[in-house]
C-alpha cells in the first residue's frame, strides 16, 4: 500500500507540472559576446579591465592594441612567465587574440585617481629625472622618450606607464632585468632594466604611480623624434 500511495503522490505531481501555465521558466541564455567571453580576465584585471592602482594587477582597458595583441602572444608563447596568464591564452589562435586586444583598446573608461603615499623627496626626484631626462652616464635615454611625453603610449604598441601599481611596475622591471620577462630581439627593455640599479628601480615605480593622468589619456599618435634604442617591436 505504501508503495502505491507513493507512485500515486508521484503522479499527481506529474500531472500538476504538466498543466497549463506551470511550464518550467525557460533556461537562462548567456550572451555569446566578446564582451562576455573576457569575463575571465576581470578578477585579476578588473570590471572591463580597469584595476585599481592598488596591487599588483595592470590595467589593461585603454591599452594601444598592438602592445596587449603582443603581450597575449608573450604570454601564450612563454616569454613571459605567468602560469595563471598562460593557461587562459595557451589554446587560443593569434586571431583571436587580436580581437581580446582589440576589444579591451577601445575601452575609453575612467581612472583612479594616483594613490597619495609619502616618498622621500630624494627617491621621487631621482624618479622624475630618470622618466623626464634619463642618466647618460648609465646610458640610460629618459622613460618619456619612448613612452611619450605624457606617458600614455604611443600607438599601436608602447605602452603608457601612467595608472600602473607600483608593486606592479617594479615587478615588471625586475622581470626583465633578470630574464623571467623576454622580448624579440633587440630586446631593448631587458637592456635598459640591467642598467638600472634596485634603488633606481624603485625610485622610477614611486613616480609614475604618484603621477595622475593627463586629461586625454589616450596614446599618442607618434612620437616627435625617433626612438634612442632600437627595439624589437615585442618588447616595447
Same mark, same amino acid.
Given at each position: 500500500m505504501r508503495v502505491a500511495a507513493r507512485h500515486l503522490a508521484l503522479g499527481l505531481l506529474l500531472a500538476a507540472s504538466l498543466r497549463p501555465g506551470l511550464a518550467a521558466p525557460p533556461p537562462?541564455?548567456? #550572451?555569446?559576446t566578446l564582451a562576455q567571453?573576457? *569575463? +575571465?580576465c576581470? &578578477?585579476?584585471h578588473g570590471a572591463q579591465g580597469v584595476a585599481t592602482r592598488d596591487g599588483y594587477f595592470p590595467r589593461i582597458a585603454g591599452k594601444p592594441d598592438g602592445y596587449l595583441y603582443r603581450q597575449l602572444l608573450n604570454f601564450r608563447d612563454g616569454r613571459r612567465q605567468n602560469p595563471a596568464m598562460a593557461r587562459l591564452v595557451e589554446n587560443l589562435t593569434d586571431a583571436y587574440l587580436q580581437e581580446i586586444a582589440a576589444h579591451f583598446a577601445a575601452l575609453d573608461l575612467p581612472h583612479e585617481p594616483p594613490p597619495m603615499r609619502?616618498?622621500? !623627496?630624494a627617491e621621487s626626484a631621482r624618479g622624475a629625472q630618470i622618466v623626464r631626462q634619463g642618466d647618460a652616464a648609465r646610458r640610460l635615454p629618459a622613460c618619456a622618450?619612448?613612452?611619450?611625453?605624457?606617458m600614455t603610449g604611443v600607438a599601436p604598441d608602447v605602452p603608457g606607464l601612467?595608472? @600602473?601599481p607600483r608593486d606592479y611596475l617594479i615587478a615588471q622591471l625586475g622581470a626583465w632585468r633578470t630574464g623571467l620577462r623576454r622580448a624579440h630581439a633587440p630586446d631593448c627593455m631587458a637592456d635598459i632594466a640591467r642598467r638600472l640599479p634596485e634603488p633606481d628601480i624603485?625610485?622610477? !615605480?614611486?613616480? @609614475?604611480? *604618484?603621477? #595622475?593622468? &593627463?586629461r586625454d589619456p589616450r596614446p +599618442?599618435? !607618434?612620437? #616627435?623624434? #625617433?626612438?634612442?634604442?632600437?627595439?624589437?617591436? +615585442?618588447?616595447r
Open positions: 537562462h541564455r548567456v #550572451p555569446d567571453r573576457v *569575463q +575571465a576581470t &578578477p585579476c609619502a616618498a622621500p !623627496a622618450a619612448c613612452h611619450g611625453a605624457a601612467l595608472g @600602473l624603485a625610485a622610477v !615605480a614611486t613616480y @609614475l604611480s *604618484q603621477q #595622475p593622468m &593627463p +599618442a599618435k !607618434a612620437l #616627435p623624434e #625617433p626612438m634612442p634604442l632600437a627595439c624589437g617591436v +615585442a618588447a
